[in-house]
């Protein structure tokens, strides 16, 4: 044990020191490229509450409220989407983009420039205050989501598009400006409040224009109510049950290469419900790590670690925002590179794509599926109780606890789970490299 404290506490330190970098190098680029844009990073609103990522209506009786977000859209941060709470009285709610100088006494769609989808009608408004047909109408708990394609980024007109529930309900042209296109929202009755999902900063530039992409997408094997912001995981599910897990799930298993991840908890959400740990390649994707048999997790609400079980065990103290927790494997030193999850070739699964889903809306043949691959699971873990390793966990660099775990087909696969609204965390699959 006083071997592995050592251990994270050098990793501690020198994560530190990469951090401490990262922003020292991330504020002398902003403030270069404020300047060079003469762009004020700064959040507008009028007639809006702005608490977190929620806005609440808070204008006089006739009078619009907008909120204009403080970055534009990018070719890599090129989405966004607002959940309504509530629909209030009129349900006058827009989701949309406009240039940096669009005015607040306007709703979004109205300005020129703007392109707004308005919730209350299901029109689209582009640069004036007349709509035309484009969706369906929305209320309390529906998503609008909008976006930028990113090929159009440097080919304008910019072609913005615009979901709803995660369905694409379609898109049109808007002239594009420098500095570009901004997220904003428009509020115009009492009781309409709505909370905002905005990505976060995009990656730096290069003297020559490039974008510098660390495309990480491909270091996840699955995404289940989860989008992927570069290293960030933000939870886009519904939240309302124990069935509307959000899982992320890593290509790669754990290996004597690769031992280790860490996620940092950016931001707790409604109630922390995120949890860390090891699981199955196959496994159920609407159930928290820890909940099913091969799988063992580090809840962050409540400190416990559940192992197979949906009853966890007191195991280490509670995580809140900031909080770096960590997972990792002790391999025996005769782990050879046969075994599993050591081989890149042999270990890699197929090919998943990346579709957001939400498991309310699985018809009832799929719901069988889980319960068929989770029983199959049960069964290919038993076959391996033999084999064994320790799995660790860690928290703020130090360990916490660990737990001798079996070893299935395939290997231990790092695993997030998230389950309550506004969830957000950083992830660092490989922490000890670079």
């Not at 983009?97 to 769609?109: D, N």
């Not at 509307?244 to 996620?263: I, K, N, T």
């Not at 580090?298 to 770096?324: E, I, M």
Request: proline residues 7%; negative net charge; glycine residues 14%.
């Amino acid at each position: 044990m006083d071997d592995l404290n050592l251990h994270f506490r050098f990793l501690n330190w020198r994560r530190r020191i990469r951090e401490i970098r990262e922003v020292r190098e991330g504020r002398d680029r902003d403030r270069d490229r404020d300047r060079d844009r003469g762009l004020r990073c700064q959040e507008r609103a009028r007639h809006i509450l702005v608490d977190g990522d929620t806005l609440s209506y808070r204008g006089p009786s006739g009078e619009v409220g907008c909120y204009v977000a403080p970055r534009p859209l990018t070719r890599d941060s090129n989405y966004f989407e607002v959940s309504i709470v509530d629909s209030g009285v009129r349900g006058t709610i827009a989701v949309g983009l406009v240039p940096h100088c669009h005015s607040l006494e306007h709703p979004p769609g109205w300005g020129p420039g703007s392109v707004a989808y308005h919730a209350d009608d299901g029109k689209l408004y582009s640069g004036r205050a007349k709509g035309r047909q484009f969706g369906s109408k929305c209320s309390s708990g529906d998503r609008i989501g909008c976006g930028v394609e990113r090929g159009s980024f440097g080919a304008p007109p910019a072609q913005v598009f615009f979901t709803k529930n995660g369905q694409r309900v379609g898109g049109l042209g808007v002239p594009l400006s420098p500095p570009g296109l901004f997220p904003a929202v428009g509020l115009h009755s009492l009781g309409e409040e709505v909370r905002l999902h905005l990505p976060p900063p995009g990656p730096p530039e290069d003297e020559g224009g490039a974008m510098l992409v660390d495309s990480l997408e491909e270091e996840w094997g699955r995404l289940h109510d989860v989008r992927l912001y570069g290293s960030v995981l933000e939870y886009v599910g519904k939240g309302k049950s124990i069935v509307d897990v959000g899982l992320a799930q890593a290509r790669r298993p754990l290996s004597p290469r690769s031992h280790y991840f860490e996620l940092e908890i950016l931001d707790p959400g409604e109630k922390c419900y995120i949890a860390l740990g090891v699981a199955r390649k196959d496994y159920p994707k609407n159930r928290h790590p820890g909940w099913s048999r091969g799988s063992v997790a580090y809840h962050a609400d409540d400190g416990k670690l559940f192992h197979g079980s949906g009853v966890g065990d007191p195991f280490g103290p509670r995580c809140y925002k900031g909080d770096v927790m960590g997972c990792g494997i002790m391999f025996p030193r005769d782990y050879g590179r046969d075994s599993e999850g050591d081989s890149d070739d042999a270990s890699e699964p197929p090919e998943v794509k990346v579709k957001v889903r939400n498991v309310m809306y699985l018809e009832e043949e799929e719901e069988e599926e889980e319960e068929e691959e989770e029983e199959d699971g049960e069964d290919m873990e038993q076959e391996q109780e033999g084999r064994k390793v320790v799995v660790f966990f860690t928290r703020n660099g130090m360990v916490v606890g660990r737990r001798e775990v079996g070893v299935p087909p395939g290997g231990l696969f790092p695993t997030v789970g998230m389950l309550s609204t506004g969830e957000k965390v950083k992830v660092d699959l490989h922490p000890l490299s670079g």
